[in-house]
């Protein structure tokens, strides 16, 4: 079992799709209170912008035009917006390059869906947006991902109020996302058959 030697708190947050008002809320909320803090994507803003400044690691999400990394690889944590990856089609091309790069977590975005999975001793991680999460509760989330060993604590919080929403959003997720992969195999399946025809 792969580890983090010593404890860590990470923010991770996701596109963010211009809201800087709350991003930036949530960055000074957590200032100093954290390790590091990640942005997996989507905000749409330049690298030098000072608004991105705080954050540790930032990749590039499919609104970023600017010179992010596609992935970034952070002491056994892969780090990538999900679009590079196909995640709207599962998990498959992330659990080849969490091996590859010796990896137990990944954290990603993108689909504007809250989520934890663990999957061959991977946890898949999406913190959700900052702007607006799909789903019926009607807010953004973000994370606050505690690793210490290879223990590891996911807690969604809401995006404006900060209180942890865990429990409600992961339920949530858990149902849009068995909606999103039943819908993309229908349409992969529509597709194979246009491509036969
Ligand atoms: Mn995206």
């Not at 860590?8 to 596109?15: G, P």
């Not at 990944?106 to 999406?126: K, Q």
Request: aromatic fraction near 10%; include cysteine; glycine fraction near 6%.
């Amino acid at each position: 079992m792969k580890e983090v030697e010593k404890m860590v708190k990470i923010l991770v947050l996701s596109d963010t799709h211009y809201e800087n008002d709350i991003m930036t809320d949530i960055v000074k909320h957590y200032e100093g209170k954290v390790d590091y803090m990640i942005h997996c994507g989507d905000s749409s803003l330049d690298c030098d912008d000072p608004l991105m400044a705080p954050f540790d690691v930032v990749v590039k999400g499919n609104h970023d035009y600017d010179d992010y990394p596609r992935f970034v690889v952070l002491d056994h944590i892969f780090i990538t917006h999900g679009h590079f990856f196909d995640i709207y089609h599962g998990y498959k091309k992330l659990i080849d390059q969490c091996h590859q790069y010796d990896c137990f977590i990944c954290l990603h975005g993108h689909t504007h869906v809250a989520t934890y999975n663990i999957i061959d001793n991977i946890h898949f991680i999406n913190p959700g947006s900052v702007m607006m999460n799909r789903g019926e509760y009607g807010y953004g989330t973000y994370v606050i991902l505690t690793i210490d060993g290879h223990d590891v604590q996911v807690d969604y919080h809401h995006h404006v109020t900060h209180e942890i929403v865990t429990e409600e959003v992961l339920k949530d997720g858990k149902r849009m996302m068995e909606e999103i992969n039943a819908l993309m195999k229908k349409i992969d399946a529509q597709m194979a058959k246009l491509n036969y025809d």
